[in-house]
């Protein structure tokens, strides 16, 4: 079965730090990899999603980042956090074309 | 893009109640998917229901995609229920909106 996985759980990190938030996913190949925002009491935003190795696309812009190095990695990056920045990250998973998407338990980041 | 409405924000029932949570959205889709958050933020696929009715237990779905429609059904409703109930559509998959979602709370 498939697994998703994302870490850190929690993260505070002060303004102007740089953030480095993982996800990996295990028991499929060629996945699409997304990442979402959710602020508080809010629904989520969708912020980059990727159809493979090196191919990103983002959303909106924003003082984020993206990559995805190996086939089920993806990985979420600032050079300089923002206070609102702050909020919680959600990785998801899906196969292109329609079908669900899975999401993993999130990261949740308070910038200080 | 496609905008996604959620009804009602916030809905307090009994244990034992049932309930209707609706989903409207503007535009033609092939994706929708309905989520419950619990406390600790996770996200737990429900149904993905494109068109057409499906039932797991308590809960089911129906989808009437020609009136841009999802209704989510919780009948019997347990404290375990409550929690954040998000409608999430998209056209294409890699561009799902989510609705601001549907607050449940069920009081013992």
């Known amino acids: 079965s498939q697994t998703i996985h994302q870490w850190p759980a929690t993260l505070v990190q002060p303004v102007g730090s740089p953030l480095s938030l993982e996800c990996t996913v295990e028991?499929?190949?060629?996945?699409?990899l997304y990442w979402y925002r959710q602020a508080a009491g809010r629904g989520l935003q969708l912020l980059f999603y990727?159809?493979?190795?090196?191919?990103i696309s983002s959303e909106v812009p924003q003082n984020l980042s993206a990559s995805r190095p190996q086939d089920r990695q993806f990985i979420l990056s600032s050079k300089k956090l923002l206070l609102s920045d702050s909020g919680f990250y959600l990785c998801?998973?899906?196969?292109?074309?329609?079908?669900?998407?899975?999401f993993g338990p999130g990261t949740r980041l308070t910038v200080t | 893009g496609i905008q996604v409405e959620q009804s009602p924000p916030d809905l307090i029932l009994q244990e034992g109640a049932n309930s209707t949570l609706r989903c409207n959205f503007s535009?033609?889709?092939?994706?929708l998917q309905w989520f419950h958050q619990n406390p600790w933020g996770q996200l737990i696929n429900l149904f993905y229901?494109?068109?057409g009715t499906k039932q797991n237990g308590r809960l089911s779905a129906t989808t009437v995609a020609t009136e841009r429609y999802s209704l989510l059904y919780i009948s019997s409703s347990q404290t375990t229920d409550s929690g954040v109930y998000f409608c999430?559509?998209?056209?294409?998959?890699?561009?799902?909106?989510f609705g601001a979602g549907t607050r449940l709370t069920v009081k013992p």
């Open positions: 229901i494109p068109s």
């Open positions: 998801a998973w899906g196969h292109g074309g329609g079908g669900e998407q899975y």
């Open positions: 990727s159809v493979g190795i090196g191919q």
């Open positions: 028991g499929t190949s060629n996945p699409n």
């Open positions: 999430a559509v998209s056209y294409n998959n890699n561009d799902m909106r």
């Open positions: 535009d033609s889709v092939n994706n």
